[in-house]
């Protein structure tokens, strides 16, 4: 069984609109949750990490973390083309490894 | 920042010879690294942890006597592939975490490794 979900998409969205993406996760004792892009043929880029439920904002990025759903979703506002790529969601559930989900491409469309 | 830095960007070679791939953390001191390795549209697999100082820890099904790992300083870690193989041919990533930052992982650039 996986222990982080996310939809594999690809997640289709008109420049301008605000891509909502989401994750659901396994394991009740995760304490770390980070948001990765990954443009393709490239390595991932910490985007966003949230630590606490509610809602995280930085720039046009917002993690929010809802621990007793065992959820946590990013918004990306404003979405530009060049946000078009695959964003991981990772979750810290032992020790400091980080368990990643599949991954959700997103596309941005002009 | 926290910059990592990995070398070589790109190595092919040939069936049956050993690639060594090193891992630098450039603006801070990393006491652990990770080794990923991603297949073509698929999520990042661990492959083990490195921790400065002593044996690196293998994910199940990973072969130790094939991937070597040594980590010699807190800032450089090295995997190198044994005898490669065309099934060995992937996108390696190593990333570090910084002490006390809650976990956080900072990737580097990944090395793309073909075995012809």
């Known amino acids: 069984q996986k222990e982080v979900e996310q939809n594999s998409g690809p997640l289709s969205v008109p420049e301008g609109a605000i891509a909502s993406l989401n994750c659901t996760y396994s394991?009740?004792?995760?304490?770390?949750f980070f948001w990765y892009r990954q443009y393709s043929g490239k390595s991932p880029e910490l985007i966003m990490s949230i630590y606490s439920n509610g809602d995280k904002e930085d720039g046009r990025f917002t993690a929010q973390l809802n621990k007793a759903s065992q959820y946590v979703s990013l918004l990306i506002r404003d979405s530009q083309p060049s946000d078009s790529a695959t964003y991981l969601c990772a979750v810290n559930a032992a020790g400091n490894k980080l368990t990643f989900g599949g991954g959700t491409r997103v596309l941005v469309k002009p | 920042g926290a910059v990592v830095s990995q070398h070589p960007s790109r190595v092919i070679c040939k069936s049956g010879t050993s690639v060594k791939i090193e891992c630098r953390s450039l603006?801070?001191?990393?006491?652990?690294m990770f080794w990923y390795r991603q297949f073509p549209k698929q999520s990042l697999m661990l492959m083990a942890t490195?921790?400065?100082?002593?044996?690196?820890?293998?994910e199940q099904g990973v072969e130790k006597d094939k991937f070597l790992i040594n980590h010699a300083s807190l800032t450089l870690s090295t995997l190198t592939v044994t005898s490669a193989h065309p099934e060995d041919s992937s996108f390696y990533i190593c990333s570090a975490s910084r002490p006390g930052q809650r976990n956080e992982q900072f990737f580097g650039p990944g090395t793309r490794l073909t075995v012809l």
């Open positions: 603006d801070f001191q990393a006491t652990t």
């Open positions: 394991d009740r004792g995760s304490q770390s």
């Open positions: 490195s921790n400065e100082g002593s044996k690196a820890t293998y």
